[in-house]
């Protein structure tokens, strides 16, 4: 399988499409922030960065009900700048629902232009990231382009979760450009506002804490089946922090793993299944080669053929980063990604989690 990745990975070209600005739609970028306080400032100046015709273009922040200054920081800085506006939604205690996927439904309703961008709050651009993910959707006659996603600051998790995130996004473009989309990442998706009022946003979803990306994906492309794209581009990369601390860690995971059983379409089902009972499997085989009833040699071999099949995928998709793999850090992967995998796997299913200080 890691094979096929690699080899579909390498496959996929690297979009280089050039629009006149007559032919680029208007653009409102959409982002949902809570508790940012600390990502405002660098979120406003690197979105003041992005180069793309001033009268197609739109930020709305929607604040949610955020608990520090973010609402603050807000109105001292973006009152002044004629292409952002903000909304403060309220907290709403009985709310069961997904609030970023109300706080982003909100903006998507607000928006005046055509293509919606989303993306989160604690994200940076490229100059040309705009420009990378309209003229892709608008060159390939697409109804919704994903786009590359990549972590930036350093800690002491960021080798494990730069290569995780590295091996996601290369099996999510590899499904969107297989034509079997299951994943994408919703700190940067483009799409058409029509459509996502078409297949009625994020209805039928929005009881889920996560997956205001995934699960639109699988509407959009049930509705418009061939017409999801991967941006390949070094200019659509989205810059975004990794998390800060363990618990931090977990609790996405927990909050990205919950939703695999909720998917209507088999295929993220199966991939979900599949990578549990492969790390499952694996951690099998090494306690039982410890335990003598499996042999060392095999066990070395069956090792050795992963960690060089996942080198050669991550080090493709670090090409792309610009980033240069360490073997090291894969081979500590082998002996800790696979009990990450299994005890988040099975936390989910028995314990909650928190977010942005609330309670799942």
Request: glycine share 6%.
């Amino acid at each position: 399988m890691l094979y096929q990745v690699t080899r579909i990975w390498q496959m996929i070209p690297e979009n280089d499409r050039q629009l006149d600005d007559e032919r680029l739609p208007g653009v409102s970028i959409i982002i949902a922030a809570r508790n940012e306080e600390s990502n405002i400032l660098p979120l406003i100046r690197s979105l003041t960065r992005v180069q793309y015709p001033d009268d197609k273009l739109e930020v709305i922040v929607i604040d949610d009900a955020s608990e520090d200054r973010t609402p603050q920081y807000l109105q001292d800085h973006m009152a002044s700048r004629e292409l952002f506006q903000w909304l403060t939604l309220e907290n709403l205690p009985e709310f069961r629902g997904s609030y970023k996927k109300r706080a982003l439904t909100c903006g998507i309703n607000r928006a005046r232009f055509p293509v919606i961008i989303t993306t989160d709050a604690d994200c940076e651009f490229n100059a040309g990231w705009v420009r990378a993910m309209v003229e892709t959707l608008v060159a390939k006659d697409l109804v919704m382009a994903c786009g590359p996603v990549n972590y930036t600051a350093s800690n002491w998790l960021s080798p494990v979760l730069n290569t995780e995130l590295a091996c996601l996004m290369a099996i999510g473009a590899v499904s969107i450009y297989s034509g079997n989309s299951t994943m994408c990442n919703g700190a940067n998706l483009c799409f058409y506002k029509k459509a996502f009022n078409t297949v009625n946003g994020y209805k039928g979803f929005e009881h889920i804490a996560s997956g205001d990306d995934e699960f639109l994906l699988y509407k959009l492309n049930q509705q418009y089946p061939g017409k999801i794209g991967f941006v390949k581009q070094r200019q659509a990369i989205v810059n975004t922090n990794p998390p800060s601390s363990l618990t931090d860690f977990f609790n996405q995971r927990k909050r990205w793993s919950g939703k695999w059983k909720e998917h209507r379409s088999v295929a993220p089902r199966v991939l979900a299944l599949f990578i549990f009972g492969f790390h499952l499997m694996f951690i099998t085989v090494i306690l039982i080669t410890l335990f003598g009833v499996y042999s060392w040699k095999v066990m070395a071999v069956q090792l050795l053929t992963k960690l060089l099949m996942e080198f050669f995928l991550v080090s493709s998709v670090f090409g792309f980063l610009g980033k240069r793999p360490a073997l090291k850090w894969i081979l500590l992967m082998q002996l800790l990604y696979s009990l990450y995998v299994v005890i988040v796997g099975v936390a989910v299913q028995f314990f909650g989690f928190s977010w942005k200080n609330r309670q799942y």
